[in-house]
């Protein structure tokens, strides 16, 4: 081969490895590299290669990432970095094109390492974003993963204080509970919405999530812990002067009587047509189980409680 060609083939070597050649070493060209992968992943996605443009948006947030792991010159001289901003939108298309493909062990993937880089970022509302809009993929054909992902979603705000911004993120992993008939699990979350409204003072919904949780108590059979919820919620004053408090006195004690028709005009009150859909249809189930058996061990409770103490006999 003459010289001159083999020279020619050595630097052009470089440019289509995506590398660069310095005085004393390789160093990768991650900028040009990622360029090339983000077109890449635009004309795949275009000609609806889904594969092919999953692939390349996920090479492109890694370029995004190395990129971004780079100290770069700012205007005062001094050092600073890049923020993995793409690397997180990147990683968000590929999960997205994931979701096209069925491939869900990688939506739930990708879609966590997106939430991580926004948080690098500084930015927990599209970290918590990220996470939900992953969970949103996976509630049909993941749904236990997709309740851990709203579960995380809500975390983040949790820790940045923006409780108000995580209850549609409450409700729709209630729902999901629900759904797949896990009832303590929904009441607990609907508790947890309130603790967090109570937080931002949003009475409203605090009260709403209260009644949610109490309801889901009585149709999943659990009389007691019904009552015991209410008990517990009855010690916040907010709840205690509210309509959704009235509305569960009237529920638990059209439960302690064994009044089945009282139990349904009360699903039909107001106060409950406001709450969540999901919690709207258990109620308009009610009365669940056996009502006379527990008017019955309400019965025994009270024969127990008035027996006189002091009589030994």
């Keep these: 081969m003459p010289s001159s060609a083999r020279i020619s083939r050595r630097n052009r070597m470089p440019r289509l490895l995506g590398t660069k050649l310095s005085f004393t070493r390789w160093n990768a060209d ?3 590299a990622t360029s090339l992968y983000e077109q890449a992943a635009i004309a795949y996605r275009f000609r609806k290669d889904n594969e092919k443009a999953k692939d390349a948006f996920e090479k492109a947030s890694k370029g995004q990432e190395m990129i971004s792991s780079y100290p770069s010159p700012s205007d005062n001289m001094s050092i600073s970095f ?4 793409d690397a997180a939108k990147h990683m968000e ?10 491939l869900w062990n990688e939506v739930s993937d990708f879609h966590r390492r997106a939430s991580e880089f926004y948080r690098e970022c500084g930015r927990p509302q599209p970290a918590s974003d990220a996470l939900a809009k992953g969970a ?17 979603a809500c975390s983040v705000l949790e820790e940045d204080g923006k409780e108000q911004m995580a209850f549609d993120l409450y409700r729709a992993a209630a729902s999901l509970y629900v759904k797949l008939e896990k009832y303590s699990d929904a009441a607990a979350t609907f508790l947890r919405l309130g603790s967090a409204a109570d937080k931002c003072n949003a009475i409203n919904s605090q009260c709403k999530g209260y009644l949610s ?7 999943a059979h659990d009389f007691q ?7 517990d919620c ?3 004053q907010a709840f205690l002067n509210s309509d959704q408090n009235r509305c569960a006195m009237k529920l638990l004690s059209a439960y302690e009587e064994g009044d089945a028709e009282e139990i349904k005009r009360v699903a039909q009150s107001s106060a409950i047509n406001h709450l969540d859909h999901v919690v709207i249809r258990l109620a308009r189930k009610l009365p669940t189980g056996d009502l ?15 027996l006189d103490e002091n009589d030994l006999t």
């Design 225 to 231: 812990q019904a009552q015991k919820c209410y008990n």
């Design 136 to 152: 949103s993929f996976l509630e049909d054909k993941a749904p236990e993963e997709a309740i851990k992902m709203y579960d995380e």
């Design 292 to 306: 006379q058996a527990i008017k019955k061990d309400l019965a025994g409770d009270d024969g127990e409680d008035s």
């Design 30 to 32: 991650w900028k040009s």
């Design 93 to 102: 298309s590929a999960g997205a094109l994931a979701k096209e493909l069925g």
């Design 82 to 85: 890049n923020i993995p901003w």
């Design 213 to 219: 949780a109490i309801i889901i108590y009585l149709y």
């Design 234 to 236: 009855s010690e916040v």
